[in-house]
Nanobody
Framework: EMQLVESGGGSVQADGSLRLECAAS????????LAWFRQFPGRERERVAR???????????YYADSAKGRFTISRDKQRNILYLQMNSLKAEDTATYYC?????????????????????WGQGTRVTVSS
């Protein structure tokens, strides 16, 4: 079974940056829907960003409105690592961030997956942004 391990969380001042990493134990290449979620205390996990690579190697990325223009999701194909570069961080970005992975047939289905649809999850990494 695939294992996902996040790292890179921590404390940062507002307007600062962090890069989260999610190391996968298996190849996370084509046809995998890879995503970052975050969770605030007492709330359900919400989507942050996701990326899908099709059979031709073309990548499609999706971002929540809160992440657009500030966060970038990317993948190191050789090392099987998923990244989330977070810039211009705000206090309201403070949360526990999780990476998730699951096989998907297309970018269409990847975009519509809910948290409950993902089979593989990391343990979470805490991000704290102070204003």
């Amino acid at each position: 079974e695939m294992q996902l391990v996040e790292s890179g969380g921590g404390s940062v001042q507002a307007d600062g940056s962090l890069r989260l990493e999610c190391a996968a134990s298996e190849n996370i290449g084509k046809n995998y829907c890879l995503a970052w979620f975050r969770q605030f205390p007492g709330r359900e996990r919400e989507r942050v960003a996701r990326v899908y690579t099709d059979d031709y190697g073309d990548e499609t990325t999706y971002y929540a409105d809160s992440a657009k223009g500030r966060f970038t999701i990317s993948r190191d194909k050789q090392r099987n690592i998923l990244y989330l570069q977070m810039n211009s961080l705000k206090a309201e970005d403070t949360a526990t961030y999780y990476c998730a992975a699951d096989v998907a047939d297309s970018a269409f289905f990847c975009a519509r997956r809910q948290a409950a649809d993902f089979d593989y999850w990391g343990q979470g990494t805490r991000v704290t942004v102070s204003s």
